[in-house]
Structure formats: structure tokens, C-alpha cells
């Protein structure tokens, strides 16, 4: 793929990042340069305490950066006054968390209505399109019911599909398959691959797992607060 | 996301089950006892509600009701002669024992009516004529004398007995609100009255008035202490001074407002604590709620409507609960409750600020919240 011939969904330039004060700060983000594209699922790879967690929050726009400016979409995130960020996070982007985070007391699909009813969606409407998109994850017939009833899998496809209902055009998944067996991460995996491939839309995924490693079209290595390294991956699933 | 809010305080149901226990306790005792203590000060004012006059004269050094401080007989005539008074009688109130046919004494209160009006009669009769009352040695009791003085098997209406050496029968039994003392109330007529207790040089007790109608019945009552130099006060006046003597000369204000004050804070600590529970074992989720798009304004509003509604719901079922243990207890009025919409409304106020305490602690949490915990 020809990134020049692509629109950079993030744009992220000098971005530092310290926590604590004094002989205890310690700067998790060393000057961080990098491009995602629309169109592309790019991996975040990197050594546990390498800053991938903390870079990610700072994309999403949920974690203040000390320097720097992040565009996403074309809107310098940086710059939008709080409340002004948390509707453009709603509006424009997805989260899938490695804990999968649905509300145990909701259904699977009150779960994935949530970021509809955010929005201001009504009730009926946001519920009908939350059953879209659970048939669409292969869970249509579990609708109704809650998260304790159902397997880490499944729980992380109605994740998924809570992340889709608003249709981002970022989507942002931290360790999306550690909580999971196998088979079930290969299938996640396929399922953002899936929305990695729309061309109006972009996924980052942040990952330990190298069997999934292959469903990447970028890989993003972050060591020590800095990106050592990206690399593209091909199509067999080689680097 | 009213729909979500409901949906995650109802879904844990074992955490909505200690708040609502808590706040229902906290109501119910703080209506239970408030009911009591209300009850109990009706009660000190029985023996001025059970008149119901608008005016009562009295010596001008009167502390209470029950406290009798004989004032010279030309009041009455003294009282109607200050402008703006319809009419005024005199009302004779003491204590002496009644002794009865098998020789058993009882401590009564011995109310003397003005015979041509017999004004100041109890409203209610539950057996026989009060109008009987005009017949030679005729009396009338209350029902609680009837049950002091041994229950209706003993006493009922043709009764004689002894009041000081001189006889006293039976000729009606009224309904009346029970006294603080709940010592037994004797009517007859002033001047009867008079011929039953000893010879002193002051026998008048009170003097009861109207105010004409069109006049206030405050401005008369200024008037009549202006003019007679003896004490006046409206029904409720009178009723709030010995209700105020009763709180400020006996422990029952600091014994009930104690418990009441310890209901509040039970139910403010029960509450408080397991809302913030609540919100911290939640804290995940509504930090993913927060990285969806969800103001802190948003989760403000849920936190709100969680504690209002599980407050509103301990708020009724804590006034069921006393609301039924009055009627067990307190039914036929041998208990003080008074259960007023006053006291109920006060309780609201005080649940209310439960609730919002309770929330505001949870929502001060989210609000400092940052969405990057659903990353760690």
C-alpha cells in the first residue's frame, strides 16, 4: 500500500509524556513522530512500560500530552478544550479494551447501544442498531443476553461491536485478544482486519501476541518512550 | 443514559439492597421517632386542644397549661369588658382524688364548665348525654378515666363515686385526645365545681374567649393583656408555651432529637459509604463510558438519578414500615404518634440531602476521573 497516495488519519509530531514530579518523574513518551493512515490496521508493538498504553491515551485524546500536537481526522485533538474532545471522541472514535469493560447489568445489546445513547440516540433506535451490528459479529441470537453469560469471546465481539455502533473512523484496541484463547483472538483479529480495510477508517491495536501479528499492515515497535522502528508486514504475514 | 443508570443500579442488586436498607431504616426511624416525639407534645397540649377555644386568659406568669396559677374572679368580667371579645367564661381546672364505691382513690383533673354554654365540652361523646351534665352531682368522664380507674366494668355511665366527701355520678363518657399525664379529666359544671373542691381564695382557673368575628383574634389577645394585665394567648400560643416548657424541663427534646440525628447520620454514613462503593467498583465502567463520549455533566446526571431513586424508594417504604407501626402500636391513641405531613416533608428534606451528599462524593470521584484507567 502507497501511504503517500493515503490521508493520515492520526498525525502525531513531538509527542512527550512525563508522570510525577521532581527525582520521581519519569518521561514515558520521548518525542514521538508517527503517521496512521485510513485504511491501514496498524500494530503498536514494544516492550511492556515502553509507553504504548500511555501513547494510545494520548491519540484518544483521554490522557493530556506535556508537548507535542496529535491531528486526528484533521482536527488537532491537543488544542480542542476538554468537553469539545470528549463529544469528538464519541463521535469519531471506537475503544476495544483488553477487560472487554461492558456494563455487567446491560444486555449484550444495551451494552453495544451505549455510545448511541451517548449521542442522544433514542432508546428504540440505538437498540435496533445495536442487533445490526451483533448479527454482524455473529452474536444476534444472544442479544439479550448479559455479559456473564457469555464466553471471553463472545463478550469481546459485543466489545467490538459496541466500538462499531457509531461507526468510528478510528478504532482503538489495547490488547484486543489477551484475555482470549487462540482460535477466539484469530477470529477477533479477523474482524478488525475487516474494519482496518474500509478506506475511510483506521485501526490501532496495541499487542504482545504474536500470533496475531500477521492481520497487521504496519507494525509500530516503541521501546523506552520512542518508536525504534515500523515496519511493514506482508501479506503471508512476514516482516 | 437515564436507561443505562437505572439498568446499573438495579443490576447490582445486593449493593442496591444495603442502600436501600439503609436509607428505609434511616427514614423509618427518623419518622418513627419523630412521630413519637410529636405525638408526646400533642400530648402535653391535650388538655388545651381538647377545649378548643380560641382564647385562653391566664394568670400573666403562667408557664404551661397544666400549671394552674388561680387568677381573681372578676376576670371573666374584666375580659369581656375589653372591646373586640364576643364572650368569655370561666373555666375552673384542678387536681383532687375521686374516691370510689370500693374504696379505691384516683388522682383526677377536675374541669369546671360555665353551665348556660358549657363551653370548652369535649367534641366527641362515646356514651350517654353530655347535656346530663346540668343534673344534680352529674359528671362526666373521659375514656382514659374510664380506664384508669379500673375499665368500664368498674366505671360506666350511673357510676357514683366521691369527689372530697361529696357525690359524683356518671352521666356520659367523652372522647378526648390523651394528656401528657394521663391523669384522668372529670367535667362538671364551674359552679358544681366550686361545691367539690376546698374553700381557697382564688377558685378561677382560666378564662376562655372568642374574639368577635371580623376582629383578629391576635389583636384581642394584645388587647385583653393590655388592658386586665393578665396573660392572653391564641390556642396555638398557648399550646407552643407549654410544649416549649415541656422541651426545655424535661430530656424528651434531647432523648428523640438524639435518635433522630442518629437515624440522619446512620442513614447518611450507610448510604454515603455504599454509594462511593458503588461508584469505585464501577469505576471502569464508567471510565469506558467516559472514553465513548460521556460527559462528566452525563455520569453526573446517572450518579444523581441512582441516588434519588433508590432514596425515593427507602423514602416510601421507611414510611410504610412507621406508617404500619404506628397503626399497631399507636391505634386508639394509647401511643404518642403523630405522623404530619410536616414531619414527613422534613424527612424528604433530610433524605434528599442524604442523597445528594452521597452523590456528590461518588460524582467528585468521576469527575476527577481520567477514561485512561479503562487502559490499565
Redesign the interface.
Known amino acids: 500500500m502507497d501511504h503517500h497516495s493515503q490521508s493520515a488519519a492520526v498525525r502525531a509530531r513531538g509527542i512527550v509524556k512525563s508522570f510525577g514530579t521532581g527525582d520521581t518523574q519519569v518521561t514515558v513518551l520521548k518525542g514521538i513522530d508517527l503517521d496512521i493512515y485510513l485504511g491501514e490496521l496498524l500494530l503498536l508493538v514494544g516492550e511492556s512500560g515502553g509507553g504504548k498504553?500511555t501513547l494510545?491515551?494520548a491519540i484518544?485524546g483521554?490522557?493530556d500530552i506535556d508537548a507535542g500536537d496529535i491531528d486526528v481526522l484533521g482536527v488537532p485533538l491537543s488544542a480542542l478544550p476538554a468537553?469539545r474532545r470528549?463529544?469528538f471522541?464519541?463521535?469519531t472514535m471506537g475503544?476495544i479494551?483488553q477487560?472487554f469493560?461492558l456494563?455487567?447489568?446491560?444486555t449484550a445489546a444495551?451494552n453495544v447501544a451505549?455510545?448511541l445513547?451517548?449521542?442522544g440516540v433514542g432508546?428504540a433506535e440505538a437498540l435496533r442498531r445495536a442487533r445490526i451490528l451483533l448479527d454482524r459479529v455473529g452474536l444476534g441470537e444472544r442479544a439479550e443476553f448479559l455479559p456473564k453469560n457469555l464466553s471471553g469471546g463472545q463478550q469481546q465481539r459485543v466489545a467490538i461491536a459496541r466500538a462499531l455502533v457509531n461507526e468510528p473512523r478510528l478504532l482503538i484496541c489495547?490488547e484486543p485478544t489477551a484475555a482470549l484463547d487462540g482460535p477466539n483472538g484469530q477470529k477477533i483479529m479477523e474482524l478488525l482486519r475487516d474494519v482496518g480495510r474500509s478506506p475511510d477508517r483506521c485501526v490501532i491495536v496495541v499487542t504482545h501476541d504474536s500470533r496475531i501479528f500477521h492481520f497487521g499492515d504496519r507494525m509500530a515497535n516503541l521501546t523506552d518512550g520512542r518508536i525504534v522502528g515500523i515496519e511493514r508486514i506482508g501479506q503471508e504475514g512476514t516482516v | 443514559?437515564n436507561?443505562?443508570a437505572l439498568?446499573?443500579l438495579?443490576?447490582?442488586r445486593a449493593k442496591y439492597l444495603m442502600l436501600l436498607c439503609g436509607l428505609t431504616f434511616a427514614v423509618m426511624l427518623i419518622v418513627q421517632q419523630g412521630s413519637i416525639f410529636w405525638g408526646l407534645m400533642m400530648w402535653s397540649q391535650a388538655n388545651i386542644s381538647n377545649l378548643n377555644v380560641p382564647i385562653w386568659v391566664t394568670d400573666p406568669g403562667i408557664a404551661q397549661v397544666d400549671e394552674v396559677k388561680p387568677i381573681a374572679s372578676t376576670g371573666v368580667d374584666r375580659v369581656r369588658s375589653v372591646d373586640g371579645v364576643e364572650w368569655a367564661v370561666p373555666l375552673y381546672k384542678g387536681l383532687l382524688r375521686a374516691r370510689l364505691a370500693d374504696g379505691d382513690y384516683h388522682q383526677i383533673t377536675l374541669t369546671g364548665l360555665e353551665s348556660a354554654t358549657l363551653i370548652g365540652r369535649p367534641a366527641q361523646i362515646l356514651e350517654g348525654r353530655f347535656e346530663d351534665i346540668l343534673q344534680p352531682d352529674a359528671v362526666v368522664l373521659d375514656q382514659w378515666a374510664v380506664e384508669r380507674m379500673g375499665g368500664p366494668a368498674v366505671v360506666k355511665v350511673g357510676t357514683i363515686f366521691e369527689l372530697n366527701d361529696k357525690l359524683a355520678r356518671v352521666v356520659a363518657i367523652a372522647k378526648t385526645q390523651k394528656s401528657f399525664t394521663n391523669i384522668p379529666v372529670v367535667y362538671t359544671t364551674y359552679e358544681r365545681a366550686m361545691r367539690y373542691v376546698p374553700r381557697e381564695r382564688r377558685t378561677l382557673s382560666y378564662v376562655l374567649a372568642k374574639a368577635k368575628d371580623g376582629v383578629r383574634v391576635e389583636d384581642v389577645v394584645q388587647r385583653i393583656r393590655t388592658q386586665t394585665g393578665l396573660g392572653a394567648f391564641t390556642e396555638e400560643e398557648f399550646g407552643w408555651k407549654t410544649i416549649m416548657w415541656v422541651l426545655k424541663n424535661t430530656g424528651i427534646g434531647i432523648n428523640f432529637g438524639t435518635t433522630i440525628l442518629l437515624g440522619f447520620i446512620v442513614g447518611m454514613a450507610i448510604a454515603g459509604q455504599t454509594f462511593y462503593l458503588f461508584t469505585v467498583e464501577n469505576l471502569?465502567?464508567f471510565?469506558?463510558?467516559?472514553?465513548?463520549?460521556?460527559?462528566t455533566f452525563?455520569l453526573a446526571r446517572m450518579i444523581l438519578l441512582q441516588a434519588f431513586t433508590v432514596g425515593l424508594t427507602g423514602y416510601g417504604v421507611g414510611i410504610g414500615l412507621a406508617t404500619v407501626f404506628g397503626f399497631l402500636t399507636a391505634s386508639g391513641g394509647n401511643l404518642p404518634f403523630a405522623e404530619t405531613w410536616q414531619l414527613l416533608l422534613m424527612v424528604l428534606v433530610a433524605l434528599l440531602a442524604i442523597c445528594t451528599f452521597s452523590a456528590l462524593i461518588s460524582i467528585i470521584k468521576l469527575a476527577r476521573l481520567?477514561?485512561?484507567i479503562?487502559?490499565?
Open positions: 498504553t494510545l491515551s484518544a483521554i490522557l468537553g470528549t463529544q471522541r464519541g463521535q475503544f479494551y477487560q469493560n456494563l455487567p447489568a446491560l444495551e451505549v455510545p445513547l451517548i449521542q432508546r489495547d | 443514559m436507561y443505562v439498568k446499573m438495579f443490576g447490582d471502569r465502567q471510565g469506558a463510558l467516559k472514553a465513548m463520549g460521556a460527559s452525563t481520567e477514561p485512561a479503562v487502559f490499565r
